[in-house]
């Protein structure tokens, strides 16, 4: 056997003087690593251009692959399903409690009385249904008449013979609708309700500001130039006369009265 020596440099550049096998030291000088040379360009086809060391990373063959277009667009198509069927669930459903609900009011209209889930009379969902029918009922009243005022408005101006006093639109709720009202009837109280009446039914848009100065173009003297032109003789006193009562109420509506 025999004992290693303790000189043992582990770098390539030093020597080796550890015995060799057969108890004799090397006497070749160690040898140096060559330098590393540039690739040569010049060896043909089957030369392999030189790797970097990001090139695995860049590599697209080494990423993991995209989802398949195929499954995704499946995968959108199923939400779309999903989505679509709770609309329709929705909608039949929704459509399903209007017309119970518009039974109950039928029946209540009619004078039926509601019951509950015992067949016990359901007095108070019972009178909650009549105080909605009867506001129902005032609202499409109120707009009827408005609509019955505008439609006026709108068949007088379109219109090129005589006016007569009974023939204006005034803006004030008739006793009748194909009752004439006359300058006597005219009153500026009953004109303010009448010209704010439509603004409380529910759905409707337009301010009281909006409605005040519709009015007020509408019916002052500068704007009924061509329409006055138009007023019978023996009318003409009474017709200022009426627009004068409304100009009143507009102006009381302007100043907050």
């Known amino acids: 056997m025999f004992e290693a020596s303790s000189h043992f440099s582990p770098s390539f550049g030093g020597s080796f003087s550890s015995p060799s096998l ?11 690593l060559a330098a590393a040379q540039p690739p040569r360009t010049d060896l043909g086809y089957f030369v392999f ?3 970097t060391t990001n090139a695995v990373e860049d590599s697209p063959s080494s990423s993991s692959p995209p989802p398949s277009p195929d499954l995704s667009a499946e995968e959108r198509a199923r939400r779309e399903f999903r989505e679509r069927a709770a609309q329709l669930v929705a909608a039949r459903r929704a459509a399903e409690r209007a017309e119970a609900l518009k039974g109950e009011f039928d029946w209540v209209r009619s004078g039926g009385m509601l019951r509950d889930a015992h067949y016990r009379p359901d007095k108070a969902r019972t009178e909650a249904i009549r105080a909605e029918i009867r506001l129902q009922d005032k ?18 101006l379109a219109s090129e013979g005589p ?9 004030q709720a008739r006793d009748r609708a194909d009752a004439p009202l006359s300058l006597e009837a005219l009153d500026a109280s009953k004109m303010a309700e ?20 519709a009015s007020w173009l ?24 009426g627009i004068s009562v409304v100009m009143t109420c507009l102006k009381n509506l302007q100043d907050g009265a």
Do not use: C
């Open 163 to 171: 006016v007569r006093f009974g023939d204006i639109p005034w803006p």
């Open 49 to 51: 251009a030189p790797t």
């Open 22 to 32: 057969f108890g004799k030291p090397s006497q070749h000088p160690p040898r140096q």
């Open 218 to 241: 509408r019916w002052h003297p500068d704007k009924m130039t061509a329409l006055l032109t138009r007023i019978i003789p023996q009318d003409i006193p009474a017709v200022n006369a």
């Open 139 to 156: 609202e499409a009243s109120i707009t009827r008449e408005w609509d019955g005022y505008e439609a006026q408005w709108h068949n007088l």
């Open 194 to 213: 009448f010209l704010l009446a439509s603004l409380t039914v529910r759905g409707n848009k337009l301010t009281r500001k909006e409605r005040v100065r």
